[in-house]
């Protein structure tokens, strides 16, 4: 059983900064994906960052250069750093982790999905 756990969201005015965490703990070796996602109220739920094993990411549009994604595989742990926020910003922030091996030869498996942080910036 993987446990997803976050943390670091809250109220910041505009312009100011957050910086989100999301610990993974359980049977895990490695983990192929770990990204974060938003929802906004009457909104879908979107795709912000994501962070591959290698390295690579990629990001929403709307949060590229103002939005970093990184990864400390050691740690299981995922953040993201948030810089030059908006009130459109605001919206539940998930962590999701996708492909996690229990040994390291095992097969890549699950997608798991954070509680939510509550991310608010006011204008």
């Known amino acids: 059983q993987v446990r997803l756990v976050e943390s670091g969201g809250g109220l910041v005015q505009a312009g100011g900064s957050l910086r989100l965490s999301c610990a993974a703990s359980g049977s895990i070796f490695s983990i192929d994906y770990m990204g974060w996602y938003r929802q906004a109220p009457g909104k879908q739920r979107e795709l912000v960052a994501g962070?591959?094993?290698?390295?690579?990411?990629n990001y929403a549009d709307s949060v590229k250069g103002r939005f970093t994604i990184s990864r400390d595989s050691a740690k299981n742990t995922v953040y993201l750093q948030m810089n030059s926020l908006k009130p459109e910003d605001t919206a539940v922030y998930y962590c999701?982790?996708?492909?996690?091996?229990?040994?390291?030869?095992?097969?890549?498996?699950?997608?798991?999905w954070g509680q939510g942080t509550q991310v608010t910036v006011s204008s």
């Open positions: 999701n982790i996708k492909g996690i091996r229990s040994q390291r030869y095992a097969r890549s498996m699950g997608d798991y």
């Open positions: 962070i591959i094993n290698g390295g690579s990411t």
